[in-house]
């Protein structure tokens, strides 16, 4: 079935209610970062998070026993995506040590809206390459966040993304994208993060995307595992994303997702 795409614009009071989310899903980045070293598993970066979300926030994580459709609920509160992880990663197990590189993914819901934000860590001694694909990611998404202003369509974002990412070497994955968000985890419209200047929907002030390029070292193509949820690249190349979450304002944009640890912007 076809379903017309409907973007929802948010009112002032949805705005003030979005920002509240944004900065607490963006605190829990700043609270774990200390945490995120070798030796500790990602399991236990969950339960942390968890925990302050629920004990010191009041929040509640939106992935735990988020579960579109096809999809089994996904099982924990935060996604670690670890290498050539792309998204989606349950935390488990496994120690992370010098070398790894890994995408910690918040979603939190506050008076009922949802704030969403990624960053990407380095573990111990990172590799010049790995090094390299996480700014060069970072990069991607603040070029997206630059294209947005009323007027300007979702094409410019994921033209701007696709360009710089391909320029330097890398791919842009195409089977996950940003996302509208506000009372929904994932509302209208997608936001690819490839695409042709002009085109796409237009943007308007009010609506709240959010922009989140998976970048890989190697070739685009993706594959899922058997858990049914964690992303991989298919050449078990590297991978990296950023996330933020973007209002359109009346003349350009405003990231929701800011706290003191927010990294500065790169250009
Ligand atoms: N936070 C992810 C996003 O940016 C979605 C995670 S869905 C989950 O859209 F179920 F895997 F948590
Ligand atoms: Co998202
Ligand atoms: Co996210």
Known sequence: ?????????????????????GRLASEVLDYITPFVVPGVTTGELDRLCHEYMVKEQGTIPAPLN????????????ICTSINH???????????LKSGDIVNLDITVIKDGYHG??????????????????SQITYECMWL???????????????????????????SVVREFCGHGIGKQFHEDPQVVHYGRPGTGAK????????????????KAGIRMLGDGWTVVTKDHSLSAQWEHTVLVTETGYEILTQSAGTPAKPF
């Open 1 to 21: 079935m076809h379903t017309a795409m409907s973007i929802i614009i948010k009112n002032a009071e949805d705005i003030a209610k979005m920002r509240v989310a």
């Open 66 to 77: 988020y579960a579109p459709p096809g999809h089994a609920p996904y099982p924990k509160a």
């Open 85 to 95: 992880q792309v998204c989606h990663g349950i935390p488990g197990d496994r120690v």
């Open 116 to 133: 969403d934000t990624s960053r990407m860590f380095l573990i111990g001694e990172a590799s010049i390459q790995a090094k390299r694909l």
């Open 144 to 170: 997206g966040i630059e294209q947005v202003a009323p007027g300007k369509s979702l094409g410019d974002i994921g033209h701007a993304i696709q360009k710089y990412a391909e320029g330097n070497g890398y």
């Open 203 to 218: 943007l308007q002030p009010g609506m709240i995307f959010t922009i989140e390029p998976m970048i890989n070292a190697g």
